[in-house]
């Protein structure tokens, strides 16, 4: 069981700001909240992941609600390269269980 | 980071035979993983292979269908074994990278793409 609930597919223009939601209600104040991304063909890579503070690297920023419930992926500005399944997970470092995921796809 | 290969990069074989994966990390980790990714479906694990121990199998997973070998701290070995067509998908390996922090990505190789006939 995945424990996150995400929408299945979302749509984004190229150069625009994404926001991939994420929901993980059961979470544990131990829990990380991961992101990883799957390109077509590919294995899985990690995008980021938080605890409570809201996060920035450089390829994404992960908000969190004051509640840890829920968690957002914010891609600043989409590229054709961007389109993948994204995979929030939650749960310690590890042993990663994946959900679904949302597939994201990128319209020039 | 870590750079994960594996062997092979695809293969079809006929049931009843087995096929035993090769995972290879360019640097010595401790913690391996391996997945299952049925077409179009998302990743399943199947075990986590720790080095001088037992894999430790994921509830529908058992060591007589899906046997791991962990003889180093960079290899790992994945058989499965008297395939059926329901077994063809594609294989991921696993590892979780080394850091000072406190948290530790996980890098995934590029997967055994197996189809069963």
């Known amino acids: 069981d995945a424990k996150t609930t995400q929408p299945n597919s979302m749509e984004s223009n190229e150069e625009e700001p994404v926001h991939l939601p994420c929901n993980h209600s059961t979470i544990s104040g131990t829990d990380y909240i991961h992101w990883y991304r799957q390109l077509p063909s590919q294995g899985p890579e990690y995008v980021i992941h938080?605890?409570?503070s809201n996060v920035n690297n450089r390829m994404a920023s992960l908000a969190i609600a004051e509640d840890r419930k829920s968690s957002t992926l914010i891609l600043h500005r989409a590229t054709l390269r961007d389109a993948a399944v994204y995979y929030c997970i939650r749960g310690s470092q590890g042993n990663l269980i994946f959900g679904k995921g949302t597939k994201l796809s990128v319209k020039p | 980071s870590a750079v994960i290969s594996q062997k092979p990069s695809r293969d079809i074989c006929q049931r009843g035979t087995s096929l035993t994966i090769q995972c290879q990390v360019d640097s010595q980790v401790t913690m391996m993983f391996w997945y299952r990714q049925q077409p179009g479906q998302s990743l399943t694990l199947i075990a986590t292979a720790n080095q001088g121990s037992e894999a430790t199998y994921e509830s529908g997973f058992v060591i007589d269908k899906f046997p791991i070998s962990r003889p180093n701290l960079t290899f790992s070995t994945l058989t499965v074994s008297n395939m059926s067509p329901e077994d063809s998908s594609i294989y991921l390996c696993?590892?979780?990278?080394?850091?000072?922090?406190?948290?530790?990505?996980?890098?995934f190789g590029p997967g055994t793409r197996l189809t069963v006939l």
């Open positions: 696993s590892v979780e990278g080394v850091s000072s922090g406190r948290y530790n990505e996980q890098f």
């Open positions: 938080g605890l409570t």
